[in-house]
């Protein structure tokens, strides 16, 4: 991974033109595509399969104008007069029959109705009325709302003094906004960035590459809306989180480039290598994000499901944007990034002599005496974790203390949908739903509707007052509205208005007492019911919603230990990393509980008022903040581990948390500015995630990570890096430092700067168990030689395909074709075809060969066709010996083969010891 990063770090500094007009193509593409085929966002929840959600379907069929979705309008007549009063009624009859001859309306039932009870209040001051119009709340346009709310006016003109509200179901979505308040997180960022980075250019970069990332996510989405359903709150939460892990991803690359141009790198070389280091951990971080939001999928909720693959396509490009466009804005800066030396009390000359004169004595004395010297400094990381590391037993008992502490009201968290209830103090249907609440009572605002098939009876009047009877008598409900059956008697609807609102608890528990009534009711009254409704489909998310907590809860911690023990090669390391996520999310939860349920300094966050928390923060909370608390801990933590396994075993932990916690100091306080400016101006359900979110990163970060982390650590000492060695030997191996990206640097002048050699080898180990197969091989094989390899099948075969970069040895130095293998291996499979017996168009192949390698196993066991192909191919190369690139072969053959004496070229033999001859040694 780190060697590819690298290829790609170096080209797209080299054509970073192309790089950048590549991205603007992408954008203008989208952006075509958005604007031709972007459709609208629909914000209607719902739960296919559910049976709220499965009975609202079926009315549509059966009992269409009680499936409609409605606008409710509130009538308060004049001082002094009635609902009753003949002119009053005159003028609202007519009103509404008008109201009628608006195309998309497809009925309205007036306070006068016949067929439902209630839609005129006990002193006969008010009535409601119910507008039945086309589509669903999510498709009805802010034009028809306008329409319709210009419609009820004229009534207040044929009343004067009257007072006309409109609201309902069809003006409950608010679809939320960015305002100039969100825009002050980048500000803030940039702030940030400026003091972590110290320049202006290097400091807009992270913002640009963020920027064009949300841009691309934004403008996927709007494509998508036209084709699936979409719901506004999947575009806020991509802006929101492009912007946080886009900011942070490009500046931990833009860390690592300025410290190596700092040290005196060169600007290309420099920024590859940030790319291949840095660039590893940022792409596994993005994956474990990119993971937990399609994770999210595990609760069969298809808005949830869309909403986390969104968020994830959005995280992923600013991955690809921080691996390519990253490198080529760097291209771009060239050495206008390199930071300007520090100022000495010495002047050069001493310094210089000084650090020469340390150099030779002892090439690590720069390194530490530096190190020395920024301790004899104060240095605020370094005061820190000495602070928490002294007495880690103390920490540990106060973080999990404090942490436990603010966990505790997650047990009262209170949660429901969005309701116009909910919507903001002076907003048309929040108005309309507290005047409907203070004269009618709020139950009346969320009505449940009981379903069910009466084609089977012939008196279908009588199970509908078998129904009313019986629903009447149960506690929670204040009345049955209505109790009919549709135009073909094979339907029957009931409505029923709770004494509760419906985003109260105990309006969920009188929908489970109606449905727990339904065997009852089969019995007694001969009907199949199932409750539906607006208010039904909301509890039923909210429910399923609640149900997928603890499968994804298992899932997210049980991915973060296998992903953290596979990266630390540890036991304790992961275990730890999990408990910490774990007291970050219930710390979030009970912050969110406290201020939102509860209402605790709510002014600060500009919240009206307390209230349930949107239904899906808690999974969307578990699954963002599982993939940046795994992003802290690897980059705080592989230093730890970096520092111990260089031989630092008593101050790995302080040393380790030093060198990283600057960035990840700056990377959380970004992050944590972009979510908290999401907040104050938020609607409906960012507001709520922003503030977790936030909450959820500062106290991981913070207090988790970088106080819980370096105390846990500390007392674990040695035992932190213990890993049973049968897990070792099973478990694959990650390298998010980029530790073969630095091997291979290292080796890039080896055995010597400029060497031609095709093959070059030293050292050459195979182990399979506790097998060897061969041993301190020395290989060497100028282009266009020919090398013969004679050993038995196994050795042979993985000798042949480690050159072919098929095979990772056990140990040794091994360059083929001017790469380090294992590390550039992909880069010369391409160039190096394996042949053998059983290959098909054998010389087919060999004819195409132009340069590079050429590996043929088993070339003592060809057919007679082959073997002439082959004999063929070596004279021709032979022939072409200094025109273009020569072809170097490598033929495989058995010991004591007769093919040594028939080749037609001069080559060179390579004798592998046998298993006996071995095994005798290792004896």
Not at 41 to 60: M, Q, R
Request: charged residues 20%; glycine residues 10%.
């Amino acid at each position: 991974m780190s060697s590819f990063l690298y290829r790609i770090g170096r080209a797209s500094y080299r054509r970073r033109g192309r790089v950048l007009a590549g991205w603007l193509v992408v954008l203008a593409l989208l952006g075509t595509l958005a604007a031709t085929l972007g459709g609208a966002f629909n914000d209607t929840f719902e739960i296919p399969g559910a049976e709220s959600t499965t009975a609202l379907a079926e009315l549509k069929v059966t009992f269409p104008e009680a499936a409609d979705a409605t606008a409710t309008v509130l009538i308060t007549t004049p001082e002094g007069k009635l609902l009753t009063d003949k002119d009053v009624r005159k003028a609202v009859e007519d009103w509404s029959d008008s109201l009628e001859d608006i195309p998309w309306v497809n009925g309205v039932i007036g306070p006068y109705s016949d067929y439902v009870d209630g839609l005129i209040s006990a002193d006969d001051t008010s009535g409601r009325v119910m507008v039945r119009v086309e589509g669903t709340s999510s498709t009805f346009t802010d034009a028809q709302r306008e329409e319709l709310t210009t419609a009820v006016e004229t009534l207040e003109q044929t009343l004067p003094g009257s007072r006309v509200l409109i609201g309902g179901e069809v003006f409950s979505i608010h679809v939320p906004h960015i305002t100039v308040v969100e825009a002050l997180g980048l500000v803030v960022a940039l702030v940030v960035l400026l003091i972590t980075l110290g320049s202006v250019i290097a400091s807009m970069m992270p913002i640009g590459t963020a920027i064009a990332g949300v841009g691309i996510g934004v403008l996927v989405v709007q494509v998508a809306a036209g084709v699936i359903t979409i719901s506004s709150t999947t575009l806020m939460l991509a802006i929101m989180l492009g912007l946080a892990v886009g900011i942070d991803y490009a500046l931990f690359i833009l860390s690592r480039h300025r410290d190596q141009l700092a040290a005196g790198m060169e600007p290309e070389e420099s920024a590859a290598r940030a790319i291949g280091t840095a660039g590893s951990a940022v792409v596994f971080a993005g994956l474990t994000v990119i993971i937990a939001l399609i994770g999210l999928s595990i609760s069969r909720v298809p808005f949830l499901a869309v909403m986390g693959i969104f968020a994830a396509v959005t995280v992923a490009f600013e991955v690809l944007l921080a691996l390519t466009l990253l490198p080529a804005f760097l291209g771009f800066a060239g050495e206008r990034l390199r930071p300007k030396p520090k100022r000495s009390r010495r002047g050069p000359d001493a310094v210089a002599a000084s650090a020469g004169s340390e150099t030779a004595a002892n090439p690590a004395a720069p390194a530490a005496a530096e190190q020395e010297q920024g301790r004899k400094r104060f240095n605020p990381s370094a005061w820190w974790v000495g602070v928490v590391t002294k007495w880690p037993i103390v920490t540990i008992v106060l973080v999990l203390v404090g942490l436990g502490g603010l966990a505790l009201p997650t047990k009262d968290l209170y949660l429901a949908l969005p309701t116009s209830g909910r919507s903001l103090p002076g907003t048309q249907d929040r108005e309309t739903f507290d005047e409907i609440s203070r004269i009618f009572g709020v139950g009346f605002n969320g009505p449940l509707i009981i379903t069910g098939s009466i084609v089977e009876s012939d008196e279908p009047l009588d199970i509908m007052d078998c129904l009313r009877d019986d629903i009447t008598q149960i506690p929670g409900v204040r009345m049955v509205a209505s109790a009919t059956p549709n135009e073909n008697a094979d339907t029957g609807m009931v409505q029923v208005i709770p004494t509760t609102g419906p985003d109260d608890p105990a309006t969920a528990d009188l929908v489970q007492e109606l449905r727990n009534r339904h065997d009852y009711w089969q019995q007694t009254c001969g009907i199949d019911t199932a409750i539906t409704g607006f208010t039904a489909v909301q509890i039923d998310v909210t429910n399923q919603l609640w149900g997928a907590l603890l499968p994804f809860g298992i899932f997210v911690v049980g991915l973060s230990l296998v992903l953290l023990t596979m990266v630390f090669r540890s036991i304790w390391v992961p275990i730890k990393a999990a408990a910490g996520y774990l007291l970050s999310v219930g710390g979030a939860f009970g912050a969110t509980t406290l201020v939102f349920n509860q209402g605790w300094f709510k002014e600060v966050i500009n919240l009206p008022e307390a209230g349930p928390v949107i239904s899906f923060l808690p999974i969307i909370l578990m699954g963002l903040l599982f993939g940046l608390a795994m992003d802290y801990e690897v980059f705080l933590v592989s230093r730890m581990r970096e520092e111990f396994v260089h031989g630092n075993t008593e101050r790995s932990v302080e040393d380790g948390f030093i060198h990283s916690s600057k960035v990840v100091v700056a990377a959380a306080l970004i992050m944590f500015s972009v979510f908290a400016f999401f907040v104050p101006a938020g609607e409906g359900a960012i507001k709520p995630i922003a503030f977790a979110l936030a909450v959820g990163v500062a106290l991981d970060a913070f207090v988790v990570r970088m106080t819980l982390v370096p105390a846990v650590m500390k007392l674990l000492g040695r035992h932190a890096w213990w890993l049973p060695s049968w897990l070792d030997a099973r478990l694959p191996s990650f390298d998010i430092e980029g530790e073969s990206l630095t091997r291979q640097v290292h080796l890039a002048d080896w055995p010597a700067a400029g060497d031609s050699a095709a093959i070059v080898g030293e050292g050459l180990t195979a182990e399979v168990g506790e097998r060897t197969l061969f041993a301190d091989l020395a290989v060497r094989v100028e282009p266009g030689q020919v090398l013969v390899v004679e050993g038995e099948h196994a050795p042979r075969r993985a000798l042949l395909l480690a050159l072919a970069g098929r095979v990772r040895l056990t140990g040794g130095n091994l360059k083929v074709l001017g790469h380090v293998l294992p590390e550039e291996a992909p880069v010369v499979r391409n160039r190096i075809p394996v042949l053998g017996a059983s290959v098909s168009h054998f010389g087919r192949v060999l004819k195409k060969q132009a340069g590079g390698v050429v590996v043929v196993d088993g070339a003592d066991e060809l057919s007679d066709t082959q073997d002439r192909s082959l004999r063929r191919a070596l004279a021709a190369s032979a022939e072409a010996a200094g025109e273009g690139e020569p072809v170097t072969w490598v033929l495989g053959v058995l010991p004591g083969s007769d093919l040594e004496a028939q080749l037609p070229v001069p080559f060179q033999v390579l004798k592998l010891a046998s298993h006996l001859a071995l095994e005798g040694t290792n004896r």
